[in-house]
């Protein structure tokens, strides 16, 4: 097979994994259609959705995620099927729910929002606690630890959602 003959396969999977994220965002928008805010909140149909288009880019180069385009669609039919079902039975779509994003964080480096900058800032205010210790000079130290800290998270996580790898 050419080079090009390749790409275009590998287009074509990618074409394929779209159209299966984009069903997955259909019918999770048909079945949260009556719910209200809190119980579109309660099922994480927002979260679920970009589940969906984060296995979907990934399934054509990993086989786990291929494996979990089963899973988010069960987790789907979960909210389908949802309707007056118990506390049990939520627990168990959350539990399911923890398996794609435990694949994605550990074998795709995925982080949760804010998390880089949370961490950037906790750095920022210990270099500052340090380098004010050492100075007598803390307030202004941690102060300044603790702005450039946010900055460095803010900008880092920028550069992480532009990569995909932002939950
Ligand atoms: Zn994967």
């Known amino acids: 097979m050419t080079d090009d003959n390749n790409i275009q396969a590998v287009q074509t999977e990618q074409k394929k994994d779209d159209l299966w994220a ?48 089963k899973n988010v669609e069960e987790l789907c039919s979960y909210i389908e099927n949802g309707k007056d079902k118990d506390y049990e039975y939520k627990r168990e779509y959350l539990g399911k729910m923890s398996v794609v994003m435990k694949h994605l964080g550990t074998d795709h480096k995925m982080i949760n929002p804010g998390q880089l900058t949370v961490v950037a800032v906790v750095i920022g205010i210990i270099a500052g606690v340090i380098t004010g210790y050492l100075t007598h000079m803390n307030g202004l130290y941690i102060l300044i630890g603790a702005v450039t800290g946010l900055f460095v998270g803010i900008i880092n996580e920028r550069i992480a959602k532009k990569k995909g790898r932002v939950f």
Do not use: P, V
Not at 41 to 57: D, R, T
């Open 22 to 69: 984009d069903n997955i965002h259909t019918r999770i928008t048909k079945a949260t259609f009556e719910m209200s805010e809190n119980e579109k909140k309660n099922w994480y149909a927002e979260k679920l959705i970009k589940l969906a288009y984060h296995i979907g880019k990934r399934a054509e180069a990993c086989s786990q995620c291929e494996n979990l385009k």
